[in-house]
């Protein structure tokens, strides 16, 4: 049995906000829904996850989010499962959830965006370096094996 941290299942690119810094590209307005792959279920009993996070664009706007957390529960029903919504139709989750799952809203702010673009940008700049063979690994402090 392989065990991992996390799954996440994208659902849906329907969302009914369109925010610049989405990050699941929403902003696109691609839309559409996903069906469930049963070509997936042969990881049943072979992999585990501590979570699982069914989201998407507005993971709450798909018609059939009952039968992907029906799905996910019997895949993998010791995982601790979230859905996660920006919180616009909470009306919309059904009551038999709230034993089995738990409700993420996902918010955007200046702040993450601000760091993110910072990270985004010292990634392009360093991405292209090139670490010489001759390098003495030994004569750079912090580094263990």
């Not at 610049?20 to 072979?46: A, Q, R």
């Not at 009952?66 to 920006?86: A, R």
């Amino acid at each position: 049995m392989i065990h991992l941290p996390e799954l996440t299942v994208y659902i849906s690119h329907t969302c009914d906000l369109a925010c610049e810094s989405c990050f699941t590209y929403n902003n696109l307005n691609w839309g559409g829904h996903f069906d469930i792959d049963s070509s997936v279920e042969v990881l049943k009993d072979k992999v585990t996850f501590d979570e699982i996070f069914i989201l998407g664009g507005e993971a709450t706007l798909h018609p059939k989010l009952d039968k992907w957390t029906e799905w996910v529960e019997y895949m993998w029903p010791d995982s601790k499962k979230w859905i996660v919504t920006n919180g616009r139709h909470l009306d919309k989750l059904n009551s038999r959830w709230f034993d089995k799952w738990q409700i993420e809203i996902s918010a955007h702010y200046s702040g993450y965006l601000e760091k993110q673009e910072a990270d985004i940008i010292a990634f392009r700049r360093d991405e292209n370096l090139v670490i010489p063979d001759n390098i003495d690994y030994r004569k750079l402090s912090g580094l263990s094996n």
